[in-house]
């Protein structure tokens, strides 16, 4: 089974980047689709980037990130990354690296990391 491993998060003020990252404990990332996902206190879990298991890499995005995030993967590393900038307080919520067997961006997950926290301060 693939396990997942979120590392990166942390504090940052408003403004301020993080590049987060997510190790596969096999090689993934151009064998499922993936994507990034967050979840902040009282709401649901929310979709914010995905990647395709395609040569060059479909990318996705959600409009909470658009713009100002980058997903990208590096095979040999078997790593998964988000790159986030002009963070903002809003932004502040455990994130999860995920991936899936079936093509898509949407529907089900089959593994998920454990969760980060990304925590943005005023």
């Known amino acids: 089974q693939v396990q997942l491993v979120e590392s990166g998060g942390g504090l940052v003020q408003a403004g301020g980047s993080l590049r987060l990252s997510c190790v596969a404990s096999?090689?993934?990332?151009?064998?499922?689709?993936a994507g990034w996902f967050r979840q902040a206190p009282g709401k649901e879990r929310e979709f914010l980037a995905g990647?395709?298991?395609?040569?060059?890499?479909?990318?996705t995005y959600s409009d909470s990130v658009k713009g100002r995030s980058t997903i990208s993967r590096d095979d040999a590393k078997n790593t998964m990354y988000l790159q986030m900038n002009s963070l903002k307080p809003e932004d502040t919520a455990l994130y999860y690296c995920?991936?899936?067997?079936?093509?898509?961006?949407?529907?089900?997950?089959?593994?998920w990391g454990q969760g980060i926290q990304v925590t943005v301060s005023s």
């Open positions: 995920a991936a899936k067997k079936v093509a898509g961006f949407q529907g089900a997950y089959d593994y």
């Open positions: 096999e090689r993934t990332f151009n064998n499922y689709y």
């Open positions: 990647i395709s298991w395609s040569g060059g890499g479909v990318t």
